[in-house]
């Protein structure tokens, strides 16, 4: 009998133990064997316990994000609550591993309250910024706790962390000096976590020696390690107190050093009456701002620049003149169906109207210097004046539209053959500010804007230290230069803080005038975009030619119009983090809810991704949300009832959602506190017992680095700002729309309502799908959504209404894809669909008609851009209301198989279809094993339900083992036959594609009717029209890891490379985006390059010979560029390839010797770690939108086609589309451009 758990654990065991020597038939013969574990570490004797080494590494991230935090802005203190009832070692062993708390409060501490708040007021005074570190055991000795227990006997402790944030609040108040405190309390999230590999290790030993002594008949006992010695010890010998850290040891000497606190034991007399006493009130006029900005006195500022008055109109909607503009539909099977003049109603709806969407350009009201680009000789894609793109076009309204979308027509971003400044000025300079809150990826963007500014020769570029307010104090800038930046962007913050606030706009406008600042990059929100525009009217009053361009930074996304906001993706796979440690508490104890809280002030999209990734979630509520409290309770009731636990997530913005009858948080509330209260006073109600593990990671998630989606972002965000500032764009934020990268009017985006989560749209709608949630709105009525028509009505303003025939080329085609639905041949069930019941309230275009077809992004490169385009038409995917299937059908059956090399997802994919089927009422789902081959095996079919698939996502590769190889697709289509197989779901890549529809082809010759449906899945994301294959996210987030890890090599070993093979046989976007994301790269070597293998290692050995070390990347398809493979194929058919990453590690080493240049080599190939991982949180969130796309197609009763993201829009397109060759990396493009300029090699080509 083996027992697991703490001091008093090891007691029950000892108890149990004696109980049976007591049983009336004799003593019972039982070897009762503990092993020893609490993260407290408090067991007396041992070296440590397991776990303990995990739990301080976790405690460890908290501490650094507090620092992170803390040291982004003045007057901030970064205060942390760690795990420790009545020791304190995990806080010391935390603290000593981080290395930068200034203060640390441990139980067995005793501390005078007024010293420790003077200590940190001097602090801040000093440094501006600390931190504070307090164990939770504090609550019984800072502050005394009420004296009960919980369950377990535990004395229920106050919350030390809270209360001693509320002291610093009121002291530093009353003492009239500004504060802000990042609090942290990680305490769940530094035990719900897999172990590391320390403890893994000494799990494994400690369970083999308990199996050891168990066996021998030892009982009574636990194991353990003594002065570094595994041994057995009696219970009785660890069970007569715990251990508590001596304050007068070593390692509490080593903790003072470390913080260089001073004593603060309380003194003999009153502590309180030793500090100094509070300053008189400052004065009124001390606190003078200056006056807001009005509109009026803007406008009249901008002058010229802020343009014409618009019209107030309709829009054009007169019919398409364009020469030789067609409509060309295609079959399902590729056959054109109809070849005929393009029609405006075959692309908008007749109360669509186009807009023009303007923006200021200096030239308005100075003139423009016309230099040459410095990057003529790096490109040859430069934009013009006839360059835009218009947003997708919809014959479907959109969710977040009224009746008449208005579509945009905007300025491409990207850079200018001529420029309005001369970059060789050398009176002038550039300046960066960063405003709001911390946000992933500001480093980056800093990063890159720096060197930009110093690729088009800017000399000086200024970075200003905490926010607008920092433009004013001259102390608050400093320069920064390439080498200053170069590794930034490995860490979280921002190296020149980030600040909200705006005190003096007039006298940062006067400062920047004086400095000669020429072009000014504002990082932040809508209030930072508004700030923006308020400098840039105040310079153009003073006639000061100044570039203000609008980096859109916040983890809310919240701002409108555009695709994301950088930040947001890290901050949702951190968020994802903290909801899978609620999951492991409320599932691994007892009638347990793990309840989180999220940031979003007045928007969702954080909880509602983070969310819909995880999958874990019962109950989700974002502010958009209008909540009937007691309705909520019941629900939670009911769960607990039927589960046993929940996992609850809230958004910190609720509180006005919460407020009905009278009930709901206060205004300076914390709502996730008060909500957890309320769920437990509910269940103390009703006398059923429950335990909440509450998690706040609000600062936890936005105090890191970008991760590598992001990090690519950041860096195109921040090119694009240079060149658009440097082309003489003024009063504009560079943005993602559609896809394309483009110029948004600032001052319109100021004026404009932040974007929110549409509560009766399909997102949410999706989210419903994964929490299954009932309706929670009040018996009143859902509050109402805001007026999307009022959303738009700024930007509206500030564009003109245009012709379709301005979007339009000679010789433009629109392709519409047409696809196959069984009702063609077969017979329709004609069954309502039954998901209707599953959504809330009426979800308005949720489900979509026949008709619901979306048009890929218009978009027109410049003047050259003249020959016509071809844009595709497709069919939005997505519930339909009439149902081809019965999916009561007790015969019918659905199947999936995963094919080709495994990828990152598959098993999220797998889990959200077969939760989606059992949705619409499929009662029988298989899943194949080994691919098409398994088809064809009767004995490889398993059965699939969701308490099967439950926890699947959270493992890499497929449980159905993927497997490459084709049998004949006729007995494939026989095979799913004889299991009456309806729904057929086939997830792999464009060979596997191929294969479906031959299996499809194969089903009409024995006619056969079932939806065959495919899901796009390769890491290489070479699949043509599709924005991204899901995994691909994943394995470019992996590789970049492997490039990190090699830059640590080459930078810490003397002459040393760095060399990284990564996966892609015939494309090289793994290779490039990785590269892109690590930022530390010399040379990338993708299969799409020409090169000669003598220039790239004469350039090698020049990089050695300057730099002393590099970093160099190649793809696995140089393989058969660099050097040939030998022609033979493996059983998928794909040739197999030369492994050219030791090929290239000789030659590298054999030229470098020859040239007699000192050289090693630290080779890395990270292959299978890339692609045997689970899905981020992006590609989990796309894999669980995917899947609940292909089963919508499926039921509705679409077949031969796959479901992916084009230009933002989730459509279905028929496989022909798909499979007609593959895509690769263009070396003429953009993406090709932004590496080599990461990279800042030269060609190589023969």
């Known amino acids: 009998y083996f027992v697991l758990g703490g001091d008093g654990t090891h007691k029950g065991g000892m108890e149990t133990f004696d109980a049976m020597q007591e049983l009336e038939g004799g003593p019972y013969e039982c070897a009762v064997v503990g092993v020893p574990k609490t993260i407290d570490n408090d067991i007396m004797m041992l070296d440590r316990t397991f776990g303990f080494n995990t739990a301080v590494s976790e405690a460890e991230k908290a501490i650094d994000a507090a620092y992170i935090e803390a040291k982004s802005q003045d007057n901030s203190i970064g205060l942390v609550k760690l795990m420790g ?10 603290t000593l591993a981080a290395g930068h708390v200034d203060i640390v409060l441990l139980p067995e501490m005793d501390v005078s309250l007024p010293k420790l708040l003077h200590q940190a007021l001097q602090l801040v005074k000093v440094k501006k910024r600390i931190v504070i570190v307090v164990a939770e055991g504090c609550g019984d000795t800072l502050i005394k706790s009420t004296g009960g227990t919980d369950a377990g006997g535990n004395k229920v402790l106050a919350d030390v962390g809270i209360w001693l944030k509320d002291q610093l609040y009121d002291y530093f108040k009353k003492m009239q000096h500004p504060l802000s405190i990042k609090y942290i309390d990680p305490t769940y999230m530094i035990r719900a976590v897999p172990s590391n590999a320390n403890d893994t290790v000494f799990c494994s030993v400690l369970a083999q020696y308990a199996v050891h002594a168990a066996m021998a008949g030892f009982t009574g006992i636990t194991v353990g390690k003594v002065d570094e010695s595994f041994v057995m010890l009696p219970i009785h010998a660890i069970t007569k107190g715990t251990r508590t850290v001596n304050i007068k040891g070593r390692q509490f000497e080593r903790l003072m050093r470390a913080t260089e606190q001073p004593d603060l034991t309380p003194g003999p007399g009153d502590d309180w009456a030793l500090l100094p006493q509070a300053p008189p009130p400052q004065d009124d006029a001390d606190l003078m701002r200056d006056a807001p900005i009005t509109e009026p006195e803007l406008i009249a500022s901008l002058g010229a620049l802020a343009g014409r008055t618009r019209p107030s109109s309709s829009g054009m909607l007169e019919a398409i003149s364009v020469e030789n503009t067609k409509l060309k539909v295609f079959s399902g099977y590729g056959e054109t169906l109809v070849d005929r003049p393009l029609q405006r109603e075959d692309l908008m709806q007749s109360n669509d109207e186009l807009r023009n969407l303007e923006v200021m350009h200096l030239s308005d009201r100075f003139p423009s210097k016309n230099v040459v680009s410095p990057l003529k000789d ?50 002038a300079c550039a300046a960066i500010v960063a405003c709001g809150d911390l946000c992933p990826g500001l480093n980056c963007v800093i990063r890159e804007l720096v060197r930009s500014l110093t690729v088009y020769g800017v000399s000086r570029v200024y970075g200003v230290r905490n926010g607008f307010n920092g433009i004013s104090q001259p102390e608050s800038w400093m320069e920064l230069t390439e080498e200053m930046v170069a590794e930034i962007h490995l860490d979280g913050g921002c190296i020149l803080g980030s600040a909200a606030g705006h005190d003096s706009a007039r006298q940062s406008a006067q400062n920047l005038k004086q400095a000669g600042v020429r072009q000014l990059f504002v990082i932040g929100g809508d209030g930072s975009q508004k700030g923006a525009v308020d400098i840039l009217g105040l310079l153009s009053g003073m006639e000061h030619e100044c570039a203000v361009i609008g980096i859109p930074k916040t983890i809310d996304n919240d701002l409108p119009i555009m695709d994301k906001t950088f930040g947001f993706d890290t901050a949702v796979c951190e968020a994802k983090k903290a909801i899978e440690s609620a999951y492991v508490e409320a599932t691994c104890n007892a009638n347990c809810i793990g309840f989180v809280k999220l940031l979003g002030k007045e928007s969702g999209f954080v909880t509602l991704n983070a969310v819909m990734s995880s999958r874990v979630v019962d109950l989700c509520v974002i502010p958009e949300m209008h909540v009937d409290l007691d309705k909520l309770l019941a629900y939670v009731e009911e769960l607990m009832a039927t589960k046993g636990n929940a996992v609850i997530v809230i958004t910190d913005g609720c509180a006005d959602s919460l407020r009905n009858a009278g009930k709901g948080p206060g205004d300076n509330e914390d709502v996730g506190i008060w909500m957890r209260d309320e769920i437990l006073a509910h269940f103390k109600e009703i006398k059923k017992p429950l335990t909440i593990k509450y998690i706040d990671p609000t600062y936890m998630i936005r105090a890191v680095p970008a991760n590598a989606q992001d990090s690519i972002y950041c860096s195109m965000l921040a090119q694009h700002a240079v060149n658009g500032a440097m082309a003489g764009f003024t009063g504009v934020t560079v943005a993602k729309v559609n896809e394309r990268m483009v110029y948004l009017p600032t001052l319109a985006l100021a004026k404009q309502e932040t974007k929110r989560v549409n509560p009766k749209g399909r997102w949410f709608s999706r989210l419903v799908f994964s929490t299954r949630q009932p309706e929670l709105t009040p018996e009143f009525g859902m509050a109402p959504v805001k007026s999307s028509n009022k959303q738009m009505e700024a930007i509206k303003n500030s564009s003109v209404p245009l012709s379709i025939n301005m979007c339009l080329t000679p010789n433009d085609e629109v392709h519409r894809l047409e696809i196959i639905n069984l009702a063609s041949k077969f017979a329709s069930r004609n069954i309502d669909n039954p998901i209707k019941s599953s959504v809330l309230g009426s979800a308005e275009g949720l489900f979509l008609n026949a008709g619901a077809w979306v048009t890929q992004t218009f978009q027109k490169w410049g003047e050259a851009d003249n020959q016509g385009n071809t844009y595709l038409q497709m069919l939005r995917s997505g519930p339909r209301d009439v149902l081809h299937w019965d999916p009561t059908d007790p015969e019918a059956a659905a199947a999936i198989v995963t094919c080709g090399g495994i990828c990152p997802g598959l098993n999220s994919v797998i889990r959200e279809l077969v939760n989606m089927l059992h949705i619409y009422g499929i009662k029988k789902i298989y899943g194949i094993i080994g691919g098409f081959k398994g088809c064809v095996s009767p004995d490889t079919w398993i059965e699939l339900t969701s308490e099967g698939v439950q926890d699947i996502h959270t493992q890499g590769g497929s449980i159905l083992v993927s497997d490459r190889g084709n049998p004949p697709h006729i007995e494939i289509a026989k095979s799913l036959a004889s299991k009456n197989v309806r729904q057929y779901f086939v997830l792999g890549g464009d060979g596997t594609h191929k294969g479906a529809m031959q299996t499809f082809d194969a089903m009409q010759e024995i006619e056969y009717e079932c939806s065959v449906i495919g899901i796009p899945k390769t890491i290489d994301n070479d699949i043509r029209l599709l924005d991204t294959s899901f995994g691909f996210d994943t394995a470019s987030t992996e590789a970049a890891k492997a490039i990190e890890s090699a830059y640590v090599e080459s930078t810490t070993n003397a002459n040393c490379i760095g060399l990284v093979k990564l996966m892609g046989r015939s494309c090289g976007f793994i290779a490039a985006a990785a590269t892109l994301a690590a930022r530390v790269v010399d040379v990338c070597l993708i299969p799409e390059m020409d090169i000669s293998k003598d220039k790239f290692l004469d350039y090698v050995a020049e990089v050695m010979r300057t730099k002393k070390q590099g970093v160099f990347v190649v793809a696995e398809g140089c393989g058969d560029t660099i050097l040939k493979s030998n022609g033979s194929t493996d059983a998928g058919g794909n040739k197999v390839l030369a492994d050219v990453g030791p090929y290239i590690k000789d030659e590298i080493l054999a030229h470098c010797k020859s040239l007699g240049i000192p050289c090693t080599i630290k080779y890395i190939d990270p292959t ?78 023969a």
């Open 85 to 94: 009832r009545h020791c304190g070692f995990i806080t010391m062993q935390a």
């Open 378 to 427: 790096l490109t040859s894609n430069f934009q013009d004046d006839a360059s835009w793109a218009v947003q997708s076009f919809s014959l479907t309204d959109r969710m977040d539209s009224g009746k008449g979308t208005p579509y945009y027509q905007m300025v491409r971003a990207g850079p200018r053959e001529y420029l309005h400044f001369d970059p060789k000025d050398g009176s």
């Open 1168 to 1245: 299978y770690m890339i692609r045997s991982v689970p899905s981020n949180a992006y590609d989990s969130l796309y894999c669980a939108t995917l899947a609940q796309q292909a089963v919508h197609a499926a039921m509705a009763g679409y077949t031969g086609i796959t479901v992916g993201k084009v230009d933002e829009r989730y459509v279905m397109l028929p496989i022909h589309a798909v499979t007609k060759g593959t895509r690769s990396v263009d070396v003429k493009g953009r993406m090709f451009e932004r590496l080599i300029a990461t990279t800042k090699q030269p060609s190589f080509a």
